[in-house]
């Protein structure tokens, strides 16, 4: 029991001061999860945009600002629709919002740009 008290005692101020020094910096762990990587490597990427996806823009009142900082920053890959190991360019499926989507996204993510096939309002 002596042991285990020498332990927590260094083990908690450890987490503490472990915890603030990374908090600091910014670091997160969020950004290694594949969601997460995905809607990254697509944001930093040059978009093109279909004449479909285009005119469903229009249509929908959506701007290019919007699908960017709300659509894919906030939205979630379904894998189970998308193909992911697709050679060369690997097609996605997104959904926005996670919880009752209102809109999902056709997209495929190659070496140099992100191509945006098709956008459907659900409800």
């Known amino acids: 029991m002596k042991k285990?008290?020498?332990?927590?005692?260094g083990f908690i101020p450890g987490l503490v001061i472990v915890f603030f020094i990374l908090n600091k910096k910014g670091a997160s762990c969020s950004g290694y999860l594949p969601n997460s990587r995905v809607i990254a490597e697509t944001l930093s990427k040059?978009?093109?945009?279909?004449e479909e996806f285009h005119n469903e823009m229009i249509?929908?009142?959506?701007?290019?600002?919007f699908l960017k900082d709300s659509i894919i920053t906030n939205?979630?890959?379904?894998?189970d629709r998308s193909h992911a190991q697709?050679?060369?360019?690997?097609?996605?499926v997104i959904t926005y919002p996670?919880?009752?989507p209102r809109f999902?996204?056709?997209f495929d993510k190659c070496e140099d740009h992100a191509g945006f096939i098709s956008l459907k309002k659900l409800k």
Do not use: R, T, W
């Open 59 to 65: 249509l929908n009142n959506i701007d290019e600002k």
């Open 104 to 106: 999902e996204i056709h």
């Open 86 to 92: 697709k050679k060369p360019c690997p097609d996605y």
């Open 46 to 50: 040059e978009f093109q945009y279909s």
């Open 75 to 79: 939205g979630k890959v379904d894998f």
């Open 98 to 100: 996670e919880k009752n």
């Open 4 to 9: 285990l008290k020498f332990y927590a005692i």
